[in-house]
């Protein structure tokens, strides 16, 4: 009987010494086989227990089970180890370093064109203007006739325009004609409101201009409406667009929709009235048309000219912009480089 007993611990030892030596799954199932399967070691060696008398069955056979529990437990660590192993080996072959930083994702922001275009209407808002939505497609009439540019009007070569196959529809060259919606909706209440949106013209597209921009236009009617009240607006507002305590300067210009009508421009906000390359070394940057509203024009939107008057202005939103953050070509804007939408 001691004999089988140390038959079986030989086995163990032996069995465990090469489970040491299997260094890959398939070389732990071939062990597997050896020693536990059902040709294998441990069943060889207990094949003459049949002839054991029946005191020393039992033991034999709890011998037996205890190798086989051992070297069980001993082949489930062998295989974690190797596992866990294998894994390594995967994961540095990979070249995955779990320890290195992720990579950064691209947060999207807001379009430099829309932050100068909410920039603008906030200022305006919390002044009491309210937003006016008009519309992007137009009629010859709106953009032009009821501005006072009846067909024919050389001032109508001031805007370059591009025409529908829809005769008398085009797709409006500046937020102007929203004056005429927003006071025909409004007539004969007074009028305070901004027009911000896309304006359209058949231009070549250069440093200076796009086919496609925003403009933010200005309309305010009512009772003694006087130039000094758009003065005043238009202080109040560059001060917050472009810095407390800007130098403003009202030129007279002309447009056919406001009379009079000035350009106005502000210090340039880089060089301080300097000079420098961006305000083309004149120490001033152009930010808006304006001017009091044309008689012909109230009259147009309903109001009585005797009665009432009002204020107008139109600003480029890009040309603001560029103002602001120093950039020198409006096609930057539009051309969707991931590098210059990072940088402003
Ligand atoms: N609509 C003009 C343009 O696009 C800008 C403008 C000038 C708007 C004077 C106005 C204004 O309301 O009073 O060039």
Same mark, same amino acid.
Not at 73 to 86: K, S
């Given at each position: 009987m001691s004999e089988l007993v140390k038959k079986l611990e030989a086995l163990q030892v032996e069995a465990e010494a090469m489970l040491t030596k299997a260094q890959s799954s398939a070389e732990t199932e071939a062990w597997f086989r050896d020693y536990l399967g059902r040709k294998g070691a441990l069943t060889n060696a207990l094949q003459g227990i049949g002839s054991l008398s029946a005191e020393e069955r039992p033991l034999i056979g709890k011998v037996a089970n205890q190798v086989?529990? #051992?070297?069980?437990? =001993?082949?489930?660590?062998?295989?974690?180890?190797?596992?866990? #192993?294998?894994?390594? =080996?995967?994961l540095s072959a990979e070249g995955v370093d779990v320890t290195l930083p992720g990579r950064p994702q691209n947060v999207g922001k807001i379009h430099p064109s829309n932050a100068a275009l909410r920039q603008i209407n906030n200022i305006f808002m919390q002044m009491g203007f309210q937003v006016y939505d008009a519309p992007e497609v137009e009629t010859d009439e709106y953009n032009f006739g009821l501005l006072n540019m009846p067909d024919g009007h050389p001032a109508r070569d001031m805007w370059d325009t591009f025409y529908t196959t829809t005769p008398g529809v085009l797709l409006r060259t500046h937020t102007s004609p929203g004056q005429i919606h927003a006071m025909r909706e409004y007539c004969p209440q007074p009028i305070r409101v901004i027009l911000p949106g896309k304006c359209f013209r058949y231009e070549d597209v250069t440093a200076r201009s796009e086919m496609m921009f925003h403009q933010v236009e200005g309309l305010v009617v009512g009772k003694n409406i006087t130039f000094s009240d758009l003065k005043g607006t238009v202080v109040a507002f560059a001060n917050q667009m472009f810095g407390e305590g800007r130098k403003l300067r009202f030129r007279k210009s002309y447009f056919p929709f406001t009379e009079p009508s000035v350009e106005v421009d502000v210090d340039c906000v880089l060089c301080e009235g300097k000079g420098c390359r961006v305000c083309k070394y004149t120490g001033w940057l152009e930010i808006m048309g304006a001017g009091m509203v044309n008689p012909t024009v109230l009259h147009n939107g309903g109001y009585d000219p005797a009665v009432y008057s009002g204020y107008a202005f139109g600003m480029g939103v890009e040309r603001s912009a560029m103002l602001k953050l120093g950039v020198d070509d409006i096609r930057y804007f539009f051309s969707n480089d991931i590098r210059f939408l990072e940088r402003v």
């Open positions: 086989k529990v #051992a070297l069980t437990t =001993a082949l489930e660590a062998r295989q974690q180890e190797i596992a866990n #192993a294998e894994m390594e =080996a995967a």
